[in-house]
């Protein structure tokens, strides 16, 4: 059974930068879709960023627009966050979760995605 692991979370200051990894024990993401999710103190969990493996096709909050990219590392197999310009509002713990073998739709709805990582959590002090 396929488990995802997330790297790279600490505390930062408002203005860093920083890169989540999310890598797959049972193999790589061909044929997947990926998202990273976050979920604040007292907040429900929002979607983040997506990306298609297959093709590169990519997806963003609007929150995260022009300061996150998410993008694949095909060397290692896994996918990666990079942070931009963190602010406090970013403060969150990060998840990364994979779709069912041939999604398409870069979803983001955290229903349409069924495995999780235990996530890694992000802190942005101003």
């Known amino acids: 059974q396929v488990q995802l692991i997330e790297s790279g979370g600490r505390l930062v200051q408002a203005g860093d930068s920083l890169r989540l990894s999310c890598a797959a024990s049972?193999?790589?993401?061909?044929?997947?879709?990926v998202g990273w999710f976050r979920q604040a103190p007292g907040k429900e969990r929002e979607f983040v960023a997506a990306?298609?493996?297959?093709?590169?096709?990519?997806n963003y909050a609007d929150s995260v627009k022009g300061r996150f990219i998410i993008s694949r590392e095909t060397v290692k197999g896994s996918v990666a966050l990079q942070m931009n310009n963190l602010k406090p509002e970013d403060t969150a713990v990060y998840y990364c979760?994979?779709?069912?073998?041939?999604?398409?739709?870069?979803?983001?709805?955290?229903?349409?995605?069924?495995?999780w990582g235990r996530g890694t959590q992000v802190a942005v002090s101003s």
């Open positions: 049972g193999g790589g993401f061909g044929g997947y879709v």
């Open positions: 990306i298609k493996w297959i093709g590169s096709n990519t």
């Open positions: 979760a994979r779709s069912s073998y041939g999604s398409s739709f870069l979803s983001k709805t955290d229903s349409d995605y069924n495995y």
